[in-house]
């Protein structure tokens, strides 16, 4: 059988998967938040007809002769620049304006936010390291998010959204009683509302719920509002306002190296390195642990759309077609080239 034949066998096959990735990149072109992926090739081993040969004081020196024997996929790259950001005039929506992801997950729920066991997410606050406990842990960076029941802030897909808690805040979580709703018990400042004091040792389920209780009393939350750091600011009846939590953020050495779980959702991989939590907003610029300024900030009323560039796209899919007939080409001509041997018999 002819070498070529082979290696055309080989051009079909990683343009086919050239098209596949292209597929998916315009089939995703809508996706919010979706990073587009890219393909490239490598070739196979040559084989040596001949070595090279050194000058001699009479002769030259010869270069090797070597015949490819196809071409492989080198790799696939996911690309993770930042898509453009579309205006929603939703509250519940948040676009990361740069490096981030948000923290979601599924499991248990603790007691309450002030709770360190199972249904929280251990921080290492000089580490900026984050552990679970009995939590999966998954990250997106798509802030389409909604509301249950229970005042549980959740994805489309109804994993609950992790972050900080304010110690002057603290959350009741309702755990034998799936229809009743989240508390949330405010430590008045005197002003009507409560002061902001993220406590970033761990983060735990966030919630809005429909009002909460204020130095003993049922106050019920007008609007909820988002600062570019996460947090989550309700306004009360009154005018007074108080923190409820801050979401979490965070960043991975090589995004690239995330692993695609589907519906919008990534995990850490050996290649992508740990996770990276952003600190509190009870730390500011110059003090120890302090390392916001290297995260994007958060978007309330918009969402990241995807990166995806069609007109790149669709010439990418022109290439690979082409190359896919070439090398189909590269087949029938050999086909061409047996079928005259098997004829020099007659």
């Known amino acids: 059988m002819l070498p070529s034949m082979y290696s055309g066998i080989s051009g079909l096959k990683a343009n086919q998967k050239k098209l596949d990735v292209v597929g998916n990149n315009i089939a995703n072109s809508s996706t919010t938040a979706f990073k587009s992926q890219r393909i490239r090739f490598q070739d196979m081993i040559s084989q040596n007809m001949a070595q090279a040969t050194q000058a001699t004081s009479t002769t030259g020196g010869t270069n090797p002769k070597q015949v490819g024997l196809g071409v492989q996929i080198a790799g696939i790259d996911t690309v993770t620049s930042t898509g453009n950001m579309q205006p929603t005039s939703r509250n519940l929506d948040f676009a990361i304006d740069g490096q981030g992801y948000f923290v979601v997950g599924s499991g248990p729920v603790p007691t309450d936010s002030a709770a360190t066991d199972a249904g929280t997410i251990t921080v290492e606050p000089a580490e900026h390291a984050i552990s679970s406990n009995g939590v999966q842990t998954g990250f997106t960076r798509d802030g389409s998010f909604t509301l249950d029941s229970q005042g549980n802030l959740l994805t489309s897909d109804g994993l609950r959204v992790y972050g900080y808690a304010?110690?002057?805040?603290?959350?009741?979580?309702?755990?034998d009683d799936v229809k009743?709703?989240?508390?949330?018990?405010?430590?008045?400042?005197?002003?009507?509302?409560?002061?902001?004091a993220i406590v970033d040792t761990g983060l735990v389920p966030l919630a809005i719920p429909d009002s909460v209780t204020l130095d003993g009393k049922d106050v019920r939350i007008q609007s909820v509002s988002?600062?570019?750091?996460?947090?989550?600011?309700?306004?009360?009846?009154?005018?007074?306002?108080?923190?409820?939590?801050q979401i979490a953020m965070v960043s991975f050495k090589n995004d690239a190296g995330l692993t695609k779980m589907g519906k919008n959702i990534y995990n850490a991989s050996a290649n992508s390195g740990a996770p990276t939590i952003r600190c509190g907003a009870n730390l500011k610029e110059g003090e120890d642990g302090y390392n916001a300024s290297g995260y994007g900030e958060m978007l309330q009323g918009m969402l990241e759309m995807s990166n995806v560039d069609l007109a790149e796209q669709f010439t990418?899919?022109?290439?690979?077609?082409?190359?896919?007939q070439a090398n189909g080409k590269i087949i029938t001509t050999g086909d061409e080239i047996l079928q005259d041997l098997v004829n020099l018999k007659r």
């Open 166 to 175: 304010n110690s002057n805040a603290t959350i009741t979580y309702s755990v």
């Open 180 to 196: 009743m709703p989240h508390k949330i018990e405010l430590a008045g400042n005197g002003k009507g509302g409560a002061d902001t």
């Open 226 to 245: 988002i600062s570019k750091d996460g947090v989550i600011t309700a306004v009360l009846d009154g005018g007074a306002t108080a923190a409820l939590g």
């Open 316 to 324: 990418d899919m022109i290439i690979a077609s082409r190359a896919f």
